[in-house]
């Protein structure tokens, strides 16, 4: 099957796929131990059905862009179970004490129009809008006629490729808008931060 997508930004990066769960974590570590101020862009790609139980019961695939090193993360994590997952997490929750996830500084909207599309449930009082939405409204196009493709495929297809690896790096390119204006934070993807929320309480403990 010819290729369909074509980004300039994916060939300007490195791209590192592995379903291997040592490897995806000593990447991780990697992207910890850099010193910079630039956050983590993440993104995820679902199943279309259950592969496990729990809360994340579709998840296939997380996407992680470490810009400094233009390296982008395809970590493969359908055919892990709900551990497997929650070792992934505890390992994004120790980054986090040194790199951002969509920190507030870089990802706001502005709710002042109440144009806000709730498409995701993931707090009561966040306007959270789709990423496709947020890159048109300042011209950058984003295909998404790959998300409906199998992430559970046993190899990711060229397409899936340059899909995933974009949908991470685009998130870097998106301004924040008028701090001045009416704004709420706007997570474009929410599992790190649901994962930070989730574990809040017991930090404090």
């Not at 992207?31 to 059905?49: A, G, K, M």
């Not at 997380?62 to 493969?76: E, G, M, N």
């Amino acid at each position: 099957m010819p290729q369909k997508l074509f980004y300039p930004q994916v060939d300007e990066n490195k791209i590192i796929i592995t379903r291997d769960m040592s490897r995806g974590l000593d990447i991780l570590w990697q992207f910890r131990n850099r010193r910079t101020e630039e956050p983590l862009y993440i993104d995820t790609e679902d199943s279309h059905h259950n592969i496990r139980g729990g809360e994340f019961a579709k998840l296939a695939l997380l996407q992680i862009f470490d810009a400094p090193s233009r390296t982008v993360l395809l970590f493969r994590v359908h055919h892990f179970n709900e551990k497997g997952l929650e070792k992934i997490q505890r390992m994004l929750r120790n980054v986090s004490i040194t790199r951002r996830y969509d920190d507030e500084d870089f990802f706001y909207v502005n709710t002042s129009t109440g144009q806000c599309e709730n498409f995701q449930n993931f707090y009561e009082d966040t306007c959270l809008i789709p990423l496709k939405t947020s890159a048109d409204a300042i011209g950058i196009f984003v295909d998404k006629q790959e998300t409906m493709s199998d992430w559970t495929a046993p190899y990711l297809n060229i397409d899936q490729i340059m899909y995933a690896a974009y949908d991470a790096i685009v998130l870097r390119m998106l301004p924040s808008v008028d701090k001045s204006a009416k704004k709420s934070r706007c997570p474009i993807h929410c599992w790190c931060d649901w994962y930070k929320k989730k574990y809040a309480n017991k930090e404090t403990r």
